[in-house]
């Protein structure tokens, strides 16, 4: 008996040990993040009794959608001209296989909750900390700037450099503050009563820490799904407990950050009255939109989604767009592209199983986490790139477990693990 729970134990330390490193190397960009994300699933596929967890994915519509949007992305190699990109896009893809199946058959104590989500905060807290020492090296020590001119300075550059720092898109950065920033929230709301005072002080100073970072890199869209995603838990957090008389306070509030970023953020200023990106995203979805027009069931292909945009930029005179070869700066019209009308249902249809499961099991972290990364889609391919697939496949496989339990994870799955 001894030498069993020992092995259960050792194999539960090990699980938990590649889920945390997952996480923690979610956001650099490195190949480091696959081998973890490879290690993960041997450990699925060595502990779990195969063919009964299938039969449980076969019956989770969430795990189907899941499934169903990579297989249309393999079937997508046959319509595509450029085969090895096609390829590429797949591999790409695995975590929507891999993640969702896999993440299915653990089960996720509260303890172990609590360390996943903890884990991601200061995982990000550490890349704000080190991309702004990187940056005031940069700019203090290497005689850039004086302390005396930093009001004065361009804060453009923070918002372009920061990022740069540590390698990280400043869109996908500002996501991933943003999803810190709901973690944070959920402990707050969870846990204010029972917090001693410096854990109360603690958790409210890293509030507002993330969101002056978030500021400062001044990606609008982020912000503003951010905060008001944030002003819709509050809310349902206060209708819930009968506090109806604080959400106009709470609208107020979320008004004043918004006011105040706005007024003290120079950079972020001058993008909202510029309008500065507009233009630019008003040519690639023109451009967008012609194509999905010509190929409105099937899509290109998604090995060709590339050279298509760079043939409709060509069309419309857009040389900025040739230069840069942008992609569609909106997953929906970047899916719609390549997949053609069944591969933009297929995405929302993503979506709306995470919502549905969310509203049917009153899961607000999960309801959340969707819509921030669904308005966040508005305006950035994010599921064009690692960081953001990883993000949404890890998050959208183990938030629906954390807060439901004993109802989504199947008790006879995987016991050596539980």
Same mark, same amino acid.
Request: charged share 10%; hydrophobic share 55%.
């Given at each position: 008996?001894?030498?069993?729970?020992?092995?259960?134990?050792?194999?539960?330390?090990?699980?938990?040990? *590649?889920?945390?490193?997952?996480?923690?190397?979610?956001?650099?960009?490195?190949?480091?993040?696959?081998?973890?994300?490879?290690?993960?699933?041997?450990?699925?596929?060595?502990?779990?009794?195969?063919?009964?967890?299938?039969?449980?994915?076969?019956?989770?519509?969430?795990?189907? *959608?899941?499934?169903?949007?990579?297989?249309?992305?393999?079937?997508?190699?046959?319509?595509?001209?450029?085969?090895?990109?096609?390829?590429?896009?797949?591999?790409?893809?695995?975590?929507?296989?891999?993640?969702?199946?896999?993440?299915?058959?653990?089960?996720?104590?509260?303890?172990?909750?609590?360390?996943?989500?903890?884990?991601?905060?200061?995982?990000?807290?550490?890349?704000?900390?080190?991309?702004?020492?990187?940056?005031?090296?940069?700019?203090?020590?290497?005689?850039?700037?004086?302390?005396?001119?930093?009001?004065?300075?361009?804060?453009?550059?923070? *918002?372009?450099?920061?990022?740069?720092?540590?390698?990280?898109?400043?869109?996908?950065?500002?996501?991933?503050?943003?999803?810190?920033?709901?973690?944070?929230?959920?402990?707050?709301?969870?846990?204010?009563?029972?917090?001693?005072?410096?854990?109360?002080?603690?958790?409210?100073?890293?509030?507002?820490?993330?969101?002056?970072?978030?500021?400062?890199?001044?990606?609008?869209?982020?912000?503003?799904?951010?905060?008001?995603?944030?002003?819709?838990?509050?809310?349902?957090?206060?209708?819930?407990?009968?506090?109806?008389?604080?959400?106009?306070?709470?609208?107020?509030?979320?008004?004043?950050?918004?006011?105040?970023?706005?007024?003290?953020?120079?950079?972020?200023?001058?993008?909202?009255?510029?309008?500065?990106?507009?233009?630019?995203?008003?040519?690639?979805?023109?451009?967008?939109?012609?194509?999905?027009?010509?190929?409105?069931?099937?899509?290109?292909?998604?090995?060709?989604?590339?050279?298509?945009?760079?043939?409709?930029?060509?069309?419309?005179?857009?040389?900025?767009?040739?230069?840069?070869?942008?992609?569609?700066?909106?997953?929906?019209?970047?899916?719609?592209?390549?997949?053609?009308?069944?591969?933009?249902?297929?995405?929302?249809?993503?979506?709306?199983?995470?919502?549905?499961?969310?509203?049917?099991?009153?899961?607000?972290?999960?309801?959340?986490?969707?819509?921030?990364?669904?308005?966040?889609?508005?305006?950035?391919?994010?599921?064009?790139?690692?960081?953001?697939?990883?993000?949404?496949?890890?998050?959208?496989?183990?938030?629906?477990?954390?807060?439901?339990?004993?109802?989504?994870?199947?008790?006879?799955?995987?016991?050596?693990?539980?």
């Amino acid at each position: 008996m001894l030498t069993r729970l020992t092995r259960v134990a050792t194999w539960r330390a090990i699980h938990l040990g *590649a889920v945390l490193l997952l996480v923690i190397s979610m956001p650099y960009k490195s190949n480091i993040n696959s081998v973890f994300l490879g290690l993960v699933v041997v450990i699925f596929l060595f502990k779990t009794p195969l063919r009964q967890h299938f039969s449980f994915c076969f019956r989770n519509k969430r795990i189907l *959608a899941f499934v169903f949007f990579f297989l249309l992305h393999v079937l997508s190699v046959l319509n595509s001209s450029n085969l090895a990109a096609a390829t590429k896009d797949v591999v790409l893809k695995l975590p929507f296989l891999l993640l969702p199946v896999s993440m299915a058959a653990f089960r996720w104590t509260p303890s172990r909750q609590k360390l996943i989500l903890n884990a991601f905060i200061f995982n990000i807290l550490i890349l704000s900390v080190v991309s702004f020492l990187k940056t005031y090296y940069k700019i203090f020590n290497g005689g850039l700037l004086d302390f005396k001119d930093v009001l004065g300075y361009d804060w453009a550059y923070f *918002a372009f450099i920061m990022p740069e720092a540590v390698n990280v898109h400043a869109p996908y950065f500002s996501l991933y503050i943003g999803v810190a920033l709901l973690f944070i929230c959920r402990q707050l709301l969870n846990n204010f009563r029972s917090y001693s005072w410096h854990q109360k002080f603690g958790w409210l100073a890293l509030l507002v820490y993330f969101l002056l970072f978030l500021a400062v890199l001044s990606s609008r869209t982020a912000i503003f799904a951010t905060l008001f995603t944030l002003g819709i838990w509050v809310s349902i957090y206060l209708i819930r407990r009968g506090y109806t008389r604080y959400l106009i306070g709470i609208g107020a509030t979320l008004l004043l950050i918004l006011f105040a970023f706005y007024s003290n953020f120079p950079y972020l200023k001058k993008k909202i009255e510029n309008r500065s990106g507009v233009s630019t995203r008003s040519y690639i979805w023109q451009a967008g939109n012609s194509i999905v027009k010509e190929n409105i069931l099937f899509g290109v292909g998604t090995g060709d989604i590339k050279d298509n945009l760079r043939a409709a930029y060509q069309k419309i005179g857009f040389e900025e767009g040739l230069t840069h070869t942008y992609n569609a700066h909106n997953q929906y019209l970047q899916t719609a592209i390549g997949l053609g009308a069944i591969g933009f249902i297929a995405l929302l249809l993503i979506f709306f199983t995470l919502i549905a499961e969310a509203l049917s099991t009153q899961n607000i972290l999960l309801l959340a986490f969707v819509i921030l990364f669904g308005l966040c889609c508005i305006t950035e391919s994010l599921l064009s790139r690692q960081h953001g697939i990883i993000l949404f496949c890890f998050f959208s496989s183990i938030l629906p477990i954390f807060e439901n339990v004993p109802k989504i994870t199947p008790a006879r799955f995987s016991s050596s693990l539980k």
